[in-house]
């Protein structure tokens, strides 16, 4: 039962028919991979990867509760399938009751294309886009400049099935670009450097020589170098930063830990009473976040942005519960025009904290009323002082959970605006904020449009962001070699 033979709605089915436990979860995800990557103007590596990995999920009944345990393994064959199963057969027997143990969610028929063959990417992906590549070293190369980067495409094919019936199949293509142009800088030991990146789901909407004539424009900003101290500046952040932002925004929105007082979501105690006797109470949902009529939402099926319309959990988390798996998503509102509407809650913490069933979704979407794009927003800039306008943010960490303040980096290029016009380029700083206490001190919010969060591209990259005017970013200090 090799991955070439089988097909994995088999697999799947298979797993189910060997599972003794009283309930069974099986995960079979068919990946594939495409990559270029260039240095210098040229080419490097090229390929093409493929695989399969499988998640089980057994649980085991008991008289204190329900137990679940969970095994994942890539490239099961045959002889490795009986085994897999029962070692997770074995895990939950081990581990005591699962604290989000819920009904397994069932179906009484199949996806009508859950045993259709996998998708599948190849380097044909790339088929207008190489060529496009060529003429963009050939553009980058008469103007005296370097482009170095990736770009690389992946779709995963779920095929999930419970013992309770359900079958459910979703194909995932991921895309990413990105782009980084280096000059010699006259008089500095480090070259210029400028990045630029793009989302896609084929590459057909992304061309490499518009984002090599952006970076040229960048670049010969830099050509006037300027050092300012650290301080609070009036400072534009691009869609990219602002994801990157909002991203860990939303990691930390979990209901529950809301509730037990763990987060920045978390409604403070009033006085010598304590809290609200309702778990819900004590979170902050209903309050104004932004001044701003700014939309924080997140929807299975945003056109360019499409996710699995369904829960995909491999593991059980503060957030996310194998007991989940197949539960439908639909659009949900974070924040709705400026006030808290939702939390991250599971079945489990939904029961826990009296709040509405809302499980994460893959992807992020920040909208408002402004319309105009960031270079419109430049030329109303630095009027009343030099302001600062921003490439991406790197290195983000948290430093406080219960104000969810977060300290990172800057990098490749933050710019001087004057009076509506870049001026020059300046030096990285370290900056520190929290991204809720940027919306309630953002003044204007720009054209919402898809955007590559930098930090986070690894781990999420599909996301719509308006560029964001804040009056204050607090950079705290100068980085230095960056």
């Known amino acids: 039962m090799s991955r070439r033979t089988t097909a994995p709605h088999e697999i799947v089915e298979r797993a189910l028919a060997l599972s003794r436990a009283d309930g069974c979860v099986v995960i079979a995800d068919e990946h594939s991979d495409a990559n270029l990557r260039w240095a210098r103007n040229a080419l490097t590596t090229n390929g093409v990867t493929r695989g399969r990995t499988l998640t089980v999920v057994a649980t085991v009944n008991g008289?204190?509760?329900?137990?679940?345990?969970v095994v994942s393994r890539s490239a099961v064959t045959a002889d490795e399938l009986e085994p897999l199963v029962r070692a997770a057969e074995a895990a939950a027997r081990d581990a005591g009751p699962a604290e989000d143990a819920q009904p397994l969610v069932g179906g009484e028929k199949a996806a009508a294309d859950f045993t259709d063959a996998p998708a599948e990417t190849s380097s044909e992906v790339f088929a207008a886009f190489a060529p496009a590549l060529g003429e963009a070293f050939?553009?980058?190369?008469?103007?005296?400049?370097?482009?170095?980067?990736?770009?690389?495409?992946?779709?995963?094919?779920?095929?999930?099935?419970?013992?309770?019936?359900?079958?459910?199949?979703?194909?995932?293509p991921t895309g990413t670009l990105e782009l980084n142009a280096k000059a010699a800088?006259?008089?500095?030991?480090?070259?210029?450097?400028?990045?630029?990146?793009?989302?896609?789901r084929d590459f057909t909407d992304v061309d490499p020589r518009e984002l090599d004539a952006e970076l040229g424009r960048r670049l010969a900003w830099a050509e006037r170098r300027v050092e300012l101290p650290a301080g609070r500046y009036e400072t534009l952040l691009p869609p990219t930063a602002v994801a990157d932002l909002l991203i860990y925004q939303m990691w930390s929105a979990g209901a529950r830990d809301a509730a037990e007082g763990r987060t920045v979501f978390s409604r403070p105690a009033e006085g010598a009473g304590g809290p609200a006797d309702r778990?819900?109470?004590?979170?902050?949902?209903?309050?104004?976040?932004?001044?701003?009529?700014?939309?924080?939402r997140s929807d299975p099926r945003a056109p360019g942005l499409e996710c699995a319309p369904f829960v995909l959990a491999h593991s059980s988390g503060d957030d996310a519960s194998v007991f989940d798996?197949?539960?439908?998503?639909?659009?949900?509102?974070?924040v709705r025009e400026g006030v808290l509407n939702r939390l991250v809650a599971t079945r489990h913490s939904?029961?826990?904290?009296?709040?509405?069933?809302?499980?994460?979704?893959?992807n992020l979407l920040l909208e408002g009323d402004g319309s105009r794009s960031l270079e419109e927003m430049v030329a109303s800039a630095g009027h009343d002082g030099p302001a600062l306008l921003l490439t991406c943010?790197?290195?983000?960490?948290?430093?406080?959970?219960?104000?969810?303040?977060?300290t990172g980096l800057t990098?490749?290029?933050?710019?001087?605006?004057?009076?509506?016009?870049?001026?020059?380029?300046?030096?990285?700083?370290?900056?520190n904020e929290s991204p809720v206490d940027l919306l309630s001190r953002a003044v204007e919010a720009g054209r919402t449009e898809r955007t590559l969060p930098r930090e986070w591209s690894d781990y999420f990259t599909r996301a719509a962001m308006p560029a964001l005017r804040v009056p204050d970013f607090n950079m705290s200090s100068v980085s230095r070699g960056v």
Do not use: C
Request: proline fraction near 6%; hydrophobic fraction near 40%.
């Open 393 to 406: 943010l790197w290195y983000i960490r948290e430093v406080d959970p219960a104000t969810l303040l977060l």
């Open 350 to 362: 939904a029961g826990l904290t009296g709040l509405p069933v809302a499980p994460g979704i893959d």
């Open 185 to 200: 800088a006259p008089g500095a030991a480090a070259p210029r450097s400028a990045w630029a990146g793009r989302a896609t």
């Open 411 to 431: 990098r490749d290029g933050v710019y001087l605006v004057e009076n509506g016009e870049v001026t020059g380029e300046v030096n990285n700083f370290r900056f």
């Open 63 to 69: 008289a204190e509760g329900t137990a679940s345990g």
């Open 279 to 296: 778990p819900a109470d004590r979170t902050r949902i209903g309050e104004r976040l932004s001044e701003l009529p700014l939309t924080l």
């Open 325 to 334: 798996n197949g539960l439908p998503l639909t659009g949900t509102e974070w």
């Open 138 to 172: 050939k553009q980058a190369r008469a103007a005296g400049r370097e482009l170095y980067g990736f770009a690389q495409h992946g779709v995963v094919s779920s095929y999930l099935g419970t013992s309770a019936g359900l079958r459910l199949r979703h194909d995932q």
